[in-house]
């Protein structure tokens, strides 16, 4: 493979030395080819200087082969490869390995700018892209819908990219961040060259420096790389996990989304949208198959997620107080922006007649004492001392709204919109818990908590040898009785102690981050009813459900955590409008979701039921479930259907082009609400590059 992308190169440089090179006739593609020389030249001189020359010549023998053997299919190119590539001692081989793996990494970068470089071409031509924002909005404008119907219609969404841990996920963090780098350099040597096209280029005497001290820093990164060893010696473990799935957030989407956000709301002429657009996670509360999370690492998994939130808001309140300079002599504010710059503790007297200024000191004193309250964590700035924590990440975006509303009023709405609005929208996004966690595990689990609760209990001694319609009365009953299982001064199993604390931890979490840190409880392999009722009983258990559903009626019951079926294989997609039917047909079941949000997601396995029956009969199969369970949802009114695909990386596990998913969906089966899964292995290659992430978003 990596021979192949080496001849593929090769390939394009022969290309273009083949074509003339006009001013009226540029190759496209020129930059990519030249981004792939320069990158693999760097590559080559680190390696002839790290490595020595032998090591370069080899690596050298061995692409000159591959691209002779791939090209002209020479076969005597191909034996003397593979004779040269037997005769490679371990050393050697490693060196080959690394050599042409790395290459392939930076010539994917490269094709990442290159990608970016060309959609900025068409943008500056007018020439929009399927799956953009402009196209799409574009058709309904053709369709006659309004933009304020489109913004109405967005405030009842809900999209949400849920990022999963995956075990072939196998990139570094450190490889990671040092691509990043790379990426963005090759970023700054486009725009040292575009700058460079307004200087006669025989008199320009800086743009040579500049492009000289970019490749020194490429070739620093380059020999970083080199030095790095690819692969972990350790299991990774669930905290490198969150790690990360968190570097994405700092690189990408604390910034993107607001981006989104403001190109929408331009696009359709300012009018005010909804936040619809959400992230999820995985990665701390999916125990289905990992006993390596627990209570522990969800608790971790979230305290470090909110101290991520909170140090990029802390990060763009002091910027903003740079920014917002206003003197109360020069422009005047409203009552309650004055009131909101009294209550600050700043006492500065140069500050005095610059209200936003104190009010954003007293902000910023009030982030890092919540920081150090959710996380932990220390401010790395303090004007005055850490003070009066927020309860809510509402309670913090009332404030901010306050300033909006004070600029807005008194002709600062340009100072509003380059960094308040931003964080406002990312406040609404992110909150104080960064994305809400999913809790999955497999129903075989909950089986055996219920059955050693009810066991000890004396209620039921051998609740696995029921029958489904025994478990259902049994767990009706329960779940119509207010008095708890568990029985004072007995210990319980190792495992069912550690399930049950993590719904306790869910309690605690949800009461310190916010409603929206834990929202959805997916059960792996739902196969009967009773594996629904079994995870309604867990969460009476905690206080999770309060109340019984006799008390649903009348409108006393709610459960916090959403009870979310995953249909896996071809008999359980089948199978899966029918058990919802039974479902709601419970006494009183319909009546506690309605009171708990009137929402239901059901998500769907793309993986499994790949692997039991196909990729045609698992797609038929996926078709026939989503039309049987919205046909079902029509009938069950105040209560939203929510379909969560569960995509892996691979086309045999769901994989491919989001967009296209989407569109490809059964009629009337997303009505604006949808949940997908962003495997562990593919999360880099969409995410890890802004401008690409926001294009995938």
Do not use: C
């Given at each position: 493979m990596l021979a192949c992308g080496a001849a593929a190169t090769r390939f394009a440089r022969?290309?273009?030395?083949?074509?003339?090179?006009?001013?009226?006739?540029?190759?496209?593609?020129?930059?990519?080819?030249?981004?792939?020389?320069?990158?693999?030249?760097?590559?080559?001189?680190?390696?002839?200087?790290?490595?020595?020359?032998?090591?370069?010549?080899?690596?050298?023998?061995?692409?000159?082969?591959?691209?002779?053997?791939?090209?002209?299919?020479?076969?005597?190119?191909?034996?003397?490869?593979?004779?040269?590539?037997?005769?490679?001692?371990?050393?050697?081989?490693?060196?080959?390995?690394?050599?042409?793996?790395?290459?392939?990494?930076?010539?994917?970068?490269?094709?990442?700018?290159?990608?970016?470089?060309?959609?900025?071409?068409?943008?500056?031509?007018?020439?929009?892209?399927?799956?953009s924002i402009e196209v799409a909005l574009s058709r309904l404008r053709w369709a006659g819908i309004a933009p304020r119907t489109v913004a109405q219609t967005l405030a009842g969404s809900y999209v949400a990219p849920v990022l999963t841990a995956h075990p072939t996920e196998v990139q570094r963090k450190s490889i990671l961040d040092a691509e990043r780098d790379i990426a963005q350099l090759l970023t700054t040597r486009d725009d040292i060259a575009e700058r460079a096209q307004l200087y006669n280029a025989a008199r320009d005497a800086?743009?040579?420096?500049?492009?000289?001290?970019?490749?020194?820093?490429?070739?620093?990164?380059?020999?970083?790389?080199?030095?790095?060893?690819?692969?972990?010696?350790?299991?990774?473990?669930?905290?490198?996990?969150?790690?990360?799935?968190?570097?994405?957030?700092?690189?990408?989407?604390?910034?993107?989304?607001?981006?989104?956000?403001?190109?929408?709301?331009?696009?359709?002429?300012?009018?005010?949208?909804?936040?619809?657009?959400?992230?999820?996670?995985?990665?701390?509360?999916?125990?289905?198959?990992?006993?390596?999370?627990?209570?522990?690492?969800?608790?971790?998994?979230?305290?470090?997620?909110?101290?991520?939130?909170?140090?990029?808001?802390?990060?763009?309140?002091?910027?903003?107080?740079?920014?917002?300079?206003?003197?109360?002599?020069l422009v005047d504010v409203t009552p309650e922006m004055q009131a909101l710059a009294n209550s600050s503790p700043d006492t500065n007297e140069h500050r005095l007649d610059e209200p936003y200024r104190r009010a954003l000191t007293g902000i910023y004193a009030r982030l890092a004492a919540t920081l150090q309250e959710l996380s932990g964590g220390v401010a790395a700035r303090h004007a005055v001392a850490p003070q009066n924590p927020y309860a809510s990440a509402a309670d913090f975006l009332a404030e901010l709204r306050t300033i909006e509303a004070s600029l807005q009023a008194h002709h600062g709405a340009p100072l509003a919109a380059q960094r308040l609005h931003p964080l406002i929208r990312a406040v609404e996004v992110f909150g104080f818990h960064l994305a809400t966690v999913d809790l999955r595990q497999s129903s075989d689990q909950h089986e055996r908590v219920v059955a050693e609760l009810l066991a000890v209990a004396r209620i039921e001694p051998d609740y696995a040898a029921l029958s489904e319609e025994a478990r259902r009365a049994v767990l009706l009953r329960l779940l119509q009785d207010a008095r708890p299982l568990r029985v004072m001064g007995t210990t319980y199993s190792e495992h069912t102690r550690g399930e049950l604390a993590i719904f306790e931890a869910a309690l605690r979490m949800r009461q310190r981050y916010g409603q929206d840190?834990?929202?959805?409880?997916?059960?792996?392999?739902?196969?009967?009813?009773?594996?629904?009722?079994?995870?309604?009983?867990?969460?009476?258990?905690?206080?999770?459900?309060?109340?019984?559903?006799?008390?649903?009626?009348?409108?006393?019951?709610?459960?916090?955590?959403?009870?979310?079926?995953?249909?896996?294989?071809?008999?359980?997609?089948?199978?899966?409008?029918?058990?919802?039917?039974?479902?709601y047909q419970l006494p009183g079941m319909a009546a506690l979701v309605q009171r708990s949000g009137g929402d239901q997601d059901i998500m769907l396995g793309y993986s499994d039921s790949n692997k039991d029956g196909g990729i045609f009969t698992s797609n038929w199969e996926l078709y026939r479930a989503e039309i049987a369970l919205v046909a079902l949802f029509d009938e069950l009114p105040g209560i939203r259907l929510r379909?969560?695909?569960?995509?892996?990386?691979?086309?045999?596990?769901?994989?491919?082009?989001?967009?296209?998913?989407?569109?490809?969906?059964?009629?009337?089966?997303?009505?604006?609400?949808?949940r997908l899964t962003e495997q562990g292995e593919v999360i880099a290659s969409k995410y890890a590059n802004p401008e690409i992430g926001r294009r995938n978003l």
């Open positions: 022969e290309r273009a030395r083949r074509q003339p090179v006009t001013a009226k006739k540029i190759d496209k593609d020129l930059p990519l080819i030249q981004d792939i020389r320069l990158l693999g030249r760097i590559l080559g001189d680190v390696i002839r200087e790290q490595e020595g020359v032998a090591a370069f010549d080899l690596i050298e023998q061995v692409r000159k082969l591959s691209v002779a053997f791939r090209r002209d299919a020479d076969h005597e190119a191909d034996k003397a490869l593979k004779k040269l590539l037997k005769g490679l001692s371990a050393d050697q081989t490693v060196s080959v390995i690394r050599a042409f793996t790395y290459f392939s990494h930076l010539a994917n970068l490269a094709e990442d700018r290159h990608h970016i470089r060309r959609r900025t071409i068409r943008e500056r031509a007018g020439d929009t892209q399927e799956g800086l743009t040579p420096r500049e492009l000289a001290a970019n490749e020194a820093q490429l070739r620093a990164r380059v020999a970083q790389l080199w030095q790095t060893r690819l692969l972990r010696y350790s299991k990774l473990t669930v905290a490198d996990e969150i790690e990360n799935a968190l570097s994405y957030y700092e690189a990408t989407f604390l910034r993107e989304i607001p981006k989104i956000y403001a190109d929408l709301e331009r696009a359709l002429g300012q009018e005010k949208v909804h936040s619809f657009l959400r992230m999820g996670q995985w990665i701390g509360g999916d125990r289905d198959g990992n006993p390596n999370v627990t209570a522990d690492t969800l608790a971790q998994a979230l305290r470090r997620q909110s101290e991520v939130a909170l140090r990029h808001y802390l990060t763009e309140a002091h910027l903003l107080g740079g920014e917002l300079s206003l003197s109360a002599r840190a834990i929202r959805h409880y997916i059960i792996s392999h739902t196969e009967t009813v009773s594996d629904l009722l079994e995870v309604l009983l867990l969460q009476k258990e905690v206080g999770l459900l309060r109340g019984t559903l006799e008390d649903a009626a009348s409108g006393a019951a709610t459960a916090d955590l959403i009870v979310v079926p995953l249909f896996e294989t071809i008999e359980d997609l089948r199978n899966a409008a029918p058990i919802m039917r039974e479902f379909m969560f695909h569960g995509r892996g990386g691979t086309v045999g596990r769901g994989g491919g082009p989001s967009y296209q998913a989407i569109l490809a969906q059964p009629p009337g089966t997303v009505r604006g609400q949808i």
